[in-house]
């Protein structure tokens, strides 16, 4: 049973451009959903996280967009920048539940010179 | 801070042997979790533990995985015995209490032969 689901599940950009990765749940008792970062040989990093008070949040270049009542939250990053170039991972988990993350099956972003 | 330490980095091992993960959360963090990442199923949560008390192992896919946490610094995830079906990369994750922010390890990479 796959709780969240990840698309794409990989992503070319240029240069500059944006990336948008979109993570879509069933469980509406999901409160918490972060976005982890992982790179080759390494283990996942948390990028930025958002709660369903707000519809956005935003940290540098990096944006969460959040829709409760369709149950779906995307990751966009602005200027994109080879360095950015990794494995995406959205997650949710619910109150009372914060140690069970439940990760989206990842993308990986390529982001070309 | 040296952050989560995992051993080893990599492990091959023949089917049906015991296999031993080693983790070294970071210091002042009392919650732990172990976590096993495929391709087929991405990051599954198996389980995780809080002030160095198991709270939740339904992740655990048999009897054949256990994990202990005998003091705040280390733990241990078993395998006995390995079979193929095992071969993952399995991290460990640590935080301050059972809050959203994993600080994940660099992963053990395990070969089961």
């Known amino acids: 049973q796959q709780q969240v689901k990840q698309s794409p599940q990989s992503l070319i950009v240029q240069k500059g451009g944006i990336s948008i990765i979109n993570c879509a749940y069933e469980?509406?008792?999901?409160?918490?959903f972060p976005w982890y970062q992982q790179f080759p040989g390494k283990g996942p990093a948390l990028l930025i996280a958002?709660?369903?008070?707000?519809s956005e949040k935003k940290e540098g270049r990096f944006t969460i967009s959040f829709n409760k009542s369709a149950k779906q939250f995307s990751l966009h990053i602005m200027d994109s920048q080879p360095g950015d170039s990794a494995t995406y991972f959205c997650?949710?988990?619910?109150?009372?539940?914060?140690?069970?993350?439940?990760f989206g099956k990842g993308t990986k972003l390529s982001v070309k010179p | 801070d040296a952050g989560v330490i995992q051993s080893p980095r990599h492990e091959v091992t023949e089917m049906g042997q015991e296999v031993t993960l080693r983790c070294k959360p970071i210091?002042?963090?009392?919650?732990l979790f172990w976590y096993r990442q495929t391709m087929m199923r991405g990051l599954e949560l198996l389980i995780y533990?809080?002030?160095?008390?198991?709270?939740?192992d339904s992740g655990m896919p048999e009897d054949r995985f256990s994990a202990k946490m005998p003091n705040a610094s280390f733990s241990t995830l078993k395998i006995q015995p390995s079979e193929p079906r095992d071969s993952a990369v399995y991290f460990c994750?640590?935080?301050?209490?059972?809050?959203?922010?994993?600080?994940f390890g660099s992963g053990t990479q395990l070969s089961v032969l």
């Open positions: 994750a640590s935080s301050r209490g059972l809050v959203e922010k994993l600080f």
């Open positions: 469980n509406t008792a999901f409160d918490y």
């Open positions: 958002i709660r369903p008070d707000v």
């Open positions: 997650a949710a988990s619910k109150a009372g539940s914060q140690g069970n993350l439940i």
């Open positions: 210091s002042g963090h009392n919650s």
């Open positions: 533990f809080n002030n160095n008390v198991p709270i939740d």
